[in-house]
């Protein structure tokens, strides 16, 4: 049973657009949330994190949101750039549990078209 | 600083043969982790520690095994290889927070 859902497993968008992927939990206990970024042949790097005590946060041209009733947030890229195309993991957690509880989803593969 | 570093980055082996996957961090990191990832399945924790001297089991701990003797070193041993550890596998560091730091991978192959 997957607790944490990213349930496009690929995303294509043009360069200059907005690219919006998307993660759904199922644990009502989770209240700390990040993404990740991963190019191939390499590690994941943490890119954003929410915590439950707020709806969003920004950096830069990265923005997260986060919908608790629904259990679902997303990340928001603008504009989108080349240098964006990657996988991107959705990652949950309970902020005050042990290392083991943080959760992630299957990841979404963004490629960025000219 | 190299932040998190992984040896080997590739292995081929042979049903039943054994290894072992080092990951060091030079980040003073309390926290160290080894996950596999595999095609639709995302990142699945193996095994962490939460501190020099001490390990614990993650999501998928069954024929691993692993080892924190040092504070910056991180073992996972695998004593007999199957076909189903064919898989990537991800060593990661991080302070007392969420946001991991990874390392670059080792593509492990079991024939």
């Known amino acids: 049973d997957q607790q944490v859902k990213q349930n496009s497993p690929s995303l294509s968008v043009q360069e200059g657009r907005i690219s919006i992927l998307n993660c759904d939990y199922t644990n009502s206990m989770f209240d700390y949330f990040l993404w990740y970024k991963k190019y191939p042949a390499e590690g994941p790097t943490f890119l954003i994190s929410i915590s439950s005590i707020k709806d969003k946060n920004e950096d830069g041209r990265f923005t997260v949101f986060l919908n608790k009733s629904a259990k679902h947030l997303s990340l928001h890229i603008v504009p989108s750039q080349p240098g964006d195309s990657a996988v991107y993991f959705c990652?949950?957690?309970?902020?005050?549990?042990?290392?083991?509880?943080?959760?992630f989803g299957s990841g979404t593969r963004l490629s960025i078209r000219p | 600083n190299a932040g998190v570093t992984q040896t080997p980055k590739f292995r081929v082996l042979k049903t039943g043969q054994s290894m072992t996957l080092l990951c060091a961090q030079d980040?003073?990191?309390?926290?160290m982790y080894w996950y596999r990832q595999d095609p639709g399945m995302g990142l699945r924790l193996i095994h962490y520690?939460?501190?020099?001297?001490?390990?614990a089991k993650g999501e998928v701990p069954d024929g691993y095994n692993v080892s924190r003797l040092k504070k910056q070193n991180f073992l996972l041993g695998l004593e007999s290889a199957a076909p189903s550890q064919t898989s990537v596998y991800f060593c990661?560091?991080?302070?007392?927070?969420?946001?991991?730091?990874f390392g670059p991978g080792t593509r492990l192959t079991v024939t």
């Open positions: 520690s939460v501190g020099e001297g001490t390990t």
């Open positions: 980040m003073n990191h309390e926290y």
């Open positions: 990661a560091s991080s302070p007392l927070t969420y946001e991991q730091y």
């Open positions: 990652a949950a957690s309970e902020q005050y549990s042990s290392a083991s509880k943080i959760i």
